[in-house]
């Protein structure tokens, strides 16, 4: 990336589940981001303060998201973003039962129900709530904490039909409140950004979101897609259908796969014309 794009290339090394929770990770990304955007920092190593880019794949693409969210709201940056670029990101907490979750259940790399403990892990929750989890009893109709974020991520809006297939919305009438009560977490936008209002979404930079088929998350970032357009930021959605969770890391021999290769080039691509 450094060579191609003639960019510094900055990759924070943030603390990691178990040694600790959320907002940790976020914490030592959002501040070592804000630290390198100062002025005197960006003239010490060269870097154009009209040519930054924030981004990240999977959990790097969450606090990527998350990171780029702050900033825009931080008046105390002077230098913003140009770009984000995710690369299938993690992005909301509230439906496991999205069109993806149901089509990849099981898919290796990621099924649903490992991305499910992720998520308790980050929050360092009870590993108990998993399997209510599964079937959307966290968000049930009677859990009120929940009833304003439903909007957001109401795939039957946001999702083109060629996502959708015949797949129906999971909504129990009766759940168990006290998964939100014990995690609130879960509706914390600096870890579920999708959740984020639209008064913070039309402040993001142009976006890349990179999808893939077969993943868990294809619909949280085809639904960050489509909400960040609906608010008026310009996006490129590059979706691959014959692609899977963590692809792009599939580069170098023997391990280089097709699938690593023309994500890693197509995304490098779209940062090269637009950085």
């Known amino acids: 990336m450094t060579e191609s794009l003639k960019a510094v290339i900055v990759s924070i090394e943030y603390r990691l589940v178990p040694k600790v929770h ?14 390198f955007l100062q002025p005197d920092v960006l003239a010490k190593y060269s870097v154009d303060p009209g040519r930054i880019a924030i981004s990240g794949d999977s959990a790097g693409g969450n606090l990527a998201a998350a990171v780029c969210q702050q900033l825009s709201r931080d008046t105390s940056v002077t230098n913003k973003p140009k770009l984000q670029a995710l690369i299938y990101p993690v992005l909301q907490a509230l439906d496991f039962n999205t069109p993806s979750y149901r089509q990849n259940v ?16 980050y929050f360092n929750g009870n590993p108990d709530f998993a399997h209510s989890m599964v079937i959307n009893n966290h968000t049930a109709l009677d859990v009120s904490q929940a009833v304003p974020y439903k909007g957001h991520l109401n795939w039957s809006s946001l999702l083109p039909s060629v996502f959708k297939k015949n797949y129906k919305p999971v909504i129990q009438t009766t759940g168990k409140a006290e998964i939100l009560q014990e995690i609130p977490e879960l509706l914390d936008i600096r870890a579920t950004p999708l959740l984020a209002e639209k008064e913070i979404l039309q402040l993001q930079p142009k976006t890349y979101i990179l999808t893939c088929e077969n993943d868990v998350l294809r619909d949280d ?14 996006v490129t ?39």
């Not at 099981?106 to 892990?121: Q, S, T």
């Not at 970032?221 to 310009?234: C, P, W």
């Open 237 to 275: 959605l590059d979706h691959f259908e014959d692609c899977f969770h963590g692809c792009m890391i599939f580069t170098v021999w023997p391990t280089d796969f097709s699938a690593g290769l023309q994500t890693r080039e197509s995304y490098m691509k779209w940062l090269d014309q637009n950085l």
């Open 221 to 234: 970032g085809v639904m960050y897609a489509k909400r960040l357009e609906n608010a008026g930021v310009e």
């Open 22 to 35: 959320f907002p940790e990770p976020f914490n030592d990304a959002f501040r070592a981001a804000k630290h």
């Open 106 to 121: 099981n898919m290796p790399v990621l099924p649903r129900f490992v991305m499910i403990k992720f998520w308790i892990d």
